[in-house]
């Protein structure tokens, strides 16, 4: 093996087609966007070089910047809500449920799989004002509430949108610490028992720490997805009221080719990027003590 | 084993990679797409690009294909296509930049987007081919008037294929049920007819929140009224802002009609086509509309109400303001425009045809009134059909709307905000603010 990989032939023709592609479709946008955000313009009036100032722009646009807040206040809530929504779950699944557990597994994980649109459609119906009444309005008004207009309100479409991806999402956080935890030893749990830890105690110093790379895995995974959420929110509130829901994907998309600023909407793109790899070697660097230590 | 001298060695070649992007990027698109020199000849078919969600065009040049255009049908045969219209902008600036743009299409929603496309020279001007081929006295001059403030030109850039007016249509009964015997023609009579409306428990307005326009144009036309016609393009011209306080009023009188809950229950949820089903079953009394709305109004199955149960009053007058009721806010539509890199003999052929035919094709196939010259008006005719063509032909000017000379961040800043001012959870202050601070980019 050693020797294969120490021919260059052999790693050419192994990794040359998947790099050439990789290359083709993910490299080469990145270096060609990341030029953009040196330029002004678009494909129709051209191009031309103005240095930095799309980076200067965007720290005194004050929709980038509610887009900003936005995106992390998001991001932060929505991650702490599907993971430890997950992991509670996935707790409940190996101590607790145990027949029937696959049944519900099943129901928790359905959302998963249901369409982004039709599930924004789904919590449209649920959440509506007018011109008919859902079935929240109805039971708030039924306690003799007034109806709500939750998509008015820049806070209630917040929450509405953190309940709605909480929905979708949690059930394969779910799943994904399902696994985790069901690697670890029987044994081990078992002798910890004898030992004395149940319940919290038990949790905290041999679950958790054993199921810490998994858990860790799904932070990275929830927090560069929810950086990065872009077809739900549209597909909810489109951003609105005003742009008090626009992330920065959607007021990336809408420079670029919206206000057909290309250089513009690349530098929100390359501002996102940095962001999500600032806060995935923050997790990773954050996580590096190891637990069982106390 | 992947050394550390080799991961130094990568670094150049990165950086190589970077430099060639960017090289590439200053490269490309640096002016004007290639390809946009009119060629002669016909190059064997006609495109035509629309959206999916205007079938009157498409429809209307198959009918003359069949008909009246045969002669061009066989120099260029016609090929019909369509996509969704929602991100019609931004498809058509995708189109253009890979020089792709079909032969004829829509023109771009956004006046300021038109105007990027005539300075890189993508569209043809009709105003010399129609002069050329000796039909320019086919446009109504109420339409080319409304093109030509449209793309801040002398020349026509694009084909009326819709003449629409605006203003509030109402429902005669629910007025009376309210005791409101004439249509408003002051703001402040029609701010009184919305409290009598809504004391007698009708809701005064439907508006399409949601889509904003409904609602902006609301704040453009008040401004036409006590600013006078070229009220907006001062702002436009840098000479105003739309945060001085004579501006602000207006966004201040519609966000006042919207914290009385004129509009009803959450106004910013509403579509363009819930509002117009509200309105058609009885839901409402009030409906800013333009008469392309006319097709909708004239089918018995969505409306609920009797065609001859709706009434049509221009926007009313403000009380001391500069602008005069017979100001009619007027606009073409989504207009037509020819691409030069299109542009040949089978092209010139089907333009010519067009304007001889048009006009006379939508009205008697869809009852679409356009901004061609009309030679046969058809026998049956709805009354507000007629009247729509009345108001155009008597109308001495017309004004465009609120953000017809902003740029595309303004527009869409102001009409994702409007909804906003209808639900009254924005005050007028605030919505001129922030649509300022979109103008100035």
């Not at chain 1, 953009?36 to 980038?64: K, Q």
Request: a negative charge; one cysteine or more; aromatic letters at 10%.
């Amino acid at each position: 093996m050693e020797r294969m990989l120490g021919d260059w032939r052999a790693v050419a023709i192994l990794l040359g087609p998947a790099l050439a592609v990789y290359s083709a479709v993910m490299l080469v946008p990145i270096f060609w966007s990341t030029g953009y955000t040196l330029f002004e313009g678009n494909a129709i009036r051209g191009f031309e070089f103005v240095g930095l100032a799309n980076f200067v722009e965007f720290f005194e646009d004050p929709t980038a910047l509610q887009s900003v807040s936005f995106t992390l206040r998001y991001a932060i809530v929505l991650t702490v809500l599907q993971v430890g929504a997950g992991y509670g779950l996935a707790l409940l699944y190996v101590f607790a449920l145990r027949r029937g557990g696959a049944v519900i597994r099943t129901l928790v994980f359905f959302p998963v799989i249901l369409p982004t649109v039709a599930v924004a459609l789904l919590f449209r119906r649920f959440f509506e004002a007018a011109p008919a009444v859902g079935p929240v309005n109805s039971l708030v008004m039924s306690f003799g509430g007034e109806n709500p207009d939750w998509f008015g309100q820049p806070d209630a479409s917040f929450w509405v949108i953190i309940l709605m991806d909480l929905w979708r999402s949690m059930g394969f956080y779910a799943v994904l610490l399902y696994a985790g935890l069901v690697e670890i030893p029987d044994e081990l749990l078992e002798s910890a028992r004898i030992d004395g830890a149940s319940g919290f105690r038990l949790i905290r110093s041999i679950v958790l720490p054993l199921s810490l790379p998994v858990l860790l895995s799904a932070l990275i995974f929830s927090i560069n997805g929810t950086l990065k959420v872009f077809d739900t929110i549209v597909a909810l509130t489109n951003g609105g009221p005003g742009t008090a829901t626009t992330p920065l994907t959607v007021y990336m998309f809408r420079t670029a080719f919206s206000f057909g600023e290309y250089g513009y909407g690349s530098t929100i793109a390359l501002v996102l990027t940095l962001m999500c790899l600032v806060v995935t070697v923050f997790i990773f660097r954050s996580t590096r003590r190891d637990l069982t230590k106390g | 084993m992947f050394t550390a001298s080799r991961r130094r060695g990568a670094i150049p070649v990165l950086g190589l990679v970077g430099a060639a992007a960017l090289t590439l990027t200053a490269c490309s698109g640096g002016g004007t797409p290639s390809g946009t020199e009119a060629s002669s000849g016909s190059d064997g078919d006609f495109t035509y690009l629309g959206q999916t969600q205007n079938t009157v065009i498409s429809s209307t040049l198959e009918s003359l294909a069949a008909d009246a255009c045969s002669a061009a049908e066989e120099t260029a045969p016609l090929s019909v296509d369509a996509i969704d219209g929602t991100t019609w902008d931004q498809q058509l600036q995708v189109l253009a930049g890979n020089n792709a743009l079909s032969d004829v299409s829509m023109a771009g929603g956004t006046p300021a987007l038109m105007q990027e496309f005539i300075d890189a020279g993508l569209v043809v001007n009709l105003s010399e081919e129609l002069e050329e081929l000796g039909v320019s006295d086919r446009i109504l001059p109420a339409a080319a008037s409304t093109i030509q403030a449209l793309y801040d030109s002398e020349d026509i850039y694009s084909l009326p294929t819709e003449l629409n007016i605006e203003g509030f249509w109402y429902n005669t009964e629910l007025l009376e049920q309210a005791g409101v015997t004439e249509p408003p023609q002051t703001w402040d009579e029609l701010a009184a007819a919305a409290e009598a409306l809504q004391a007698a428990g009708i809701q005064p307005f439907i508006a399409a929140g949601q889509d904003g326009w409904p609602i902006t144009r609301l704040v453009g036309n008040y401004i036409f009224r006590s600013l006078g016609a070229d009220a907006l393009q001062r702002v436009v011209d840098g000479e105003a802002s739309l945060t001085d306080p004579e501006y602000v009023a207006a966004a201040e009188a519609v966000a006042a009609l919207g914290a009385e809950g004129y509009f009803g229950d959450a106004a910013g949820s509403i579509d363009y086509n819930t509002a117009m089903n509200q309105f058609l079953t009885g839901g409402g009394a009030f409906f800013y509309m333009g008469s392309w709305a006319l097709g909708n109004f004239n089918d018995p199955e969505q409306n609920q109400i009797g065609v001859e149960n709706i009434g049509f009053a221009p926007f009313p007058a403000v009380e001391g303001g500069e602008g005069s009721i017979d100001e009619v806010p007027a606009n073409v539509g989504i207009p037509v425009m020819f691409t030069t890199s299109g542009w040949d003999d089978g092209s010139a052929a089907w333009l010519e045809c067009i304007a001889q035919h048009y006009g006379d094709a939508a009205l008697s196939e869809s009852g679409q009134v356009t901004g061609f010259v009309v030679d046969e008006v058809p026998a049956e005719q709805s009354e507000l059909t007629t009247l729509v063509q009345d108001v155009i032909t008597e109308a001495p000017s017309s004004v465009l709307w609120f953000e017809a000379a902003f740029t595309p961040e303004g527009t869409s800043v102001s009409q994702t905000n409007g909804g906003g001012l209808a639900t009254g959870s924005l005050s007028g202050q605030e919505f001129m603010e922030l649509v300022q601070a979109a103008n100035e980019g």
